[in-house]
């Protein structure tokens, strides 16, 4: 009996697992910040710099905007942590505005 309740549990959290890992993503741009100096900046800097040290300014961040997009996009990034929706949207609407360096 204790073995079945232990089962039953593991089978629990693990689908309640993955549904947080695999709860999707949509970009919505209608209120989003899309400042990199307010916006964008601090968080890349506070949360993605300390591995990616090509990050630590304008022109790293952009000429990488693409690729991070995707990684923000499906969670992926930052490793090891995770971003709200809001701080989703700050990164992947200022890139959708075309990355300026506003
Ligand atoms: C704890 C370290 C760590 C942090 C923090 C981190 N990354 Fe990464 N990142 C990695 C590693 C390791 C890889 C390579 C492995 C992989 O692709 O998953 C990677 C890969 C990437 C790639 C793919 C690069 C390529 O050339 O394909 C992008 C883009 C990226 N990270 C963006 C970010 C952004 C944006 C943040 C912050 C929101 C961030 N990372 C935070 C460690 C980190």
Same mark, same amino acid.
């Given at each position: 009996?204790?073995?079945?309740?232990?089962?039953?549990?593991?089978?629990?959290?693990?689908? +309640?697992?993955?549904? *947080?890992?695999?709860?999707?993503?949509?970009? $919505?741009?209608?209120?989003?910040?899309?400042?990199?100096?307010? $916006?964008?900046?601090?968080?890349?800097?506070?949360?993605?710099?300390?591995?990616? @040290?090509?990050?630590?300014?304008? @022109?790293?961040?952009?000429?990488?905007? +693409?690729?991070? &997009?995707? &990684?923000?996009?499906?969670?992926?990034?930052?490793?090891?942590?995770?971003?709200? +929706?809001?701080?989703?949207?700050?990164?992947?609407?200022?890139? $959708? *505005?075309?990355?300026? *360096?506003?």
């Amino acid at each position: 009996m204790k073995k079945l309740i232990f089962v039953l549990a593991c089978t629990a959290l693990l689908s +309640s697992c993955k549904k *947080n890992t695999s709860s999707s993503y949509t970009p $919505d741009c209608s209120g989003a910040a899309k400042s990199f100096a307010t $916006d964008v900046f601090p968080l890349v800097n506070g949360n993605c710099t300390g591995c990616h @040290t090509k990050y630590a300014n304008y @022109t790293g961040i952009s000429g990488d905007a +693409s690729l991070i &997009r995707s &990684r923000i996009v499906d969670g992926s990034m930052p490793k090891g942590g995770s971003f709200s +929706s809001t701080q989703k949207n700050a990164i992947v609407c200022w890139i $959708d *505005n075309g990355a300026p *360096n506003n």
